[in-house]
Nanobody, 121 residues
Framework: QVQLVESGGGLVQAGSSLRLSCAAS????????TSWFRQAPGKEREFVAD????????YYGDSVKGRFTISRDNAKNTVYMQMNSLKPEDTAVYYC??????????????WGQGTQVTVSS
């Protein structure tokens, strides 16, 4: 079992920054990749970013590339996402998920409860 808890969301103005955290407990979190997703009202869930278990390989969705940075601290069992130059279209609930398998054939067994990010124009 893995428990994931996101934090760091909030209400900010366009152009601002936020750092989300995904704290894990349970099975060996550091042995697995972790992805961030987001879902805005009335829209489908969207892939945002992924990081492998080493923290070396990262991958980003096109809409956030160059603005968001994913990282991890395995000693703290935590994955972070630094979000810069936020736009109103980044408004969504952000979820982290523990990934099993490769990114192209991922299985997400565990999800956090989500944290709300709201960006005002």
């Amino acid at each position: 079992q893995v428990q994931l808890v996101e934090s760091g969301g909030g209400l900010v103005q366009a152009g601002s920054s936020l750092r989300l955290s995904c704290a894990a407990s349970g099975r060996t979190f550091s042995s697995y990749g972790t992805s961030w997703f987001r879902q805005a009202p009335g829209k489908e869930r969207e892939f945002v970013a992924d990081i492998d278990w080493t923290g070396i390989r990262t991958y980003y969705g096109d809409s956030v590339k160059g603005r968001f940075t994913i990282s991890r601290d395995n000693a703290k069992n935590t994955v972070y996402m630094q979000m810069n130059s936020l736009k109103p279209e980044d408004t969504a609930v952000y979820y982290c998920a523990s990934r099993r398998g490769t990114l192209s054939s991922a299985t997400y067994d565990y999800w956090g409860q989500g944290t709300q990010v709201t960006v005002s124009s």
